[in-house]
């Protein structure tokens, strides 16, 4: 562990230099079967590739897994809306776990309530692959909430804490919400906009990126959090 956080702080280092619109970023979001990171699953992935404040529409991934555990709550089905007879005949989350970390290879992560599905993403990849998943992480949310205290953002923004609130409030449209490639592809829009709100700040680094949005400089209440991932 000592290994990787060295490896992880000279990476950082490296990746800090770099103007943000050089920066490779990919925008996740996973369906879950619940939110109790020791009994829960993924079942399913959704992201998208961006080159600094550039969507690439063409650049996606999207991907559906039959979940390593039994139990599939009725709230996780009212929310997704994925019933357990749907994901019978998915693939085993292993070989999709690869695909996603051949596509977010060399980029930083980027997600509303990231560390929930980094959380998971992390157990799932050390369960399954028997890797460390130690990626760089920009919350939406937690960047969001930085940029009203700092006065770029209305002070009447401070209570949206969900999906479609900040996407709303940023005249972002959100629609079939709960799908995890389309609140990937919101979530890139919400980004989007932030990263452009973020010269208001003379922030133009990726280590000035990091050091008010990365979910290791600090995060929201995690009972907050966890409403807002599922509203």
Same mark, same amino acid.
């Given at each position: 562990m000592m290994i990787n956080f060295f490896k992880k702080k000279k990476e950082r280092n490296i990746i800090s230099q770099k103007n943000i619109g050089e920066m490779n970023f990919v925008v996740v979001d996973t369906e879950l079967t619940g939110l109790n990171e020791f009994r829960d699953n993924i079942i399913a992935i959704g992201a998208i590739k961006m080159k600094g404040k550039a969507i690439k529409i063409g650049e996606v991934f999207y991907r559906t897994v039959s979940p390593s555990t039994?139990?599939?709550? &009725?709230?996780? !089905?009212?929310?997704?809306?994925?019933?357990?007879?749907?994901?019978?005949?998915?693939?085993?989350?292993e070989p999709i776990l690869r695909e996603f970390l051949d596509f977010s290879k060399d980029s930083i992560l980027v997600g509303h309530c990231l560390d929930i599905d980094i959380s998971f993403l992390k157990k799932e990849i050390r369960n399954n692959l028997n890797l460390v998943f130690e990626p760089f992480g920009?919350?939406?949310?937690?960047?969001? &909430?930085?940029? !009203?205290k700092r006065g770029v953002l209305p002070e009447s923004f401070q209570y949206k804490n969900s999906l479609e609130e900040i996407a709303l409030s940023l005249d972002i449209e959100a629609k079939e919400l709960h799908d995890a490639l389309s609140d990937a592809f919101i979530t890139a829009q919400i980004f989007q906009k932030l990263l452009c709100y973020l010269v208001d700040l003379r922030i133009f680094t990726v280590g000035e990126l990091l050091s008010i949005g990365s979910i290791e400089e600090g995060t929201y209440d995690r009972v907050i959090k966890k409403e807002s991932y599922q509203l």
């Open positions: 039994a139990k599939f709550r &009725k709230e996780s !089905i009212m929310i997704h809306e994925i019933t357990p007879s749907e994901l019978e005949n998915c693939p085993k989350i920009i919350d939406t949310l937690l960047l969001y &909430k930085r940029l !009203i």
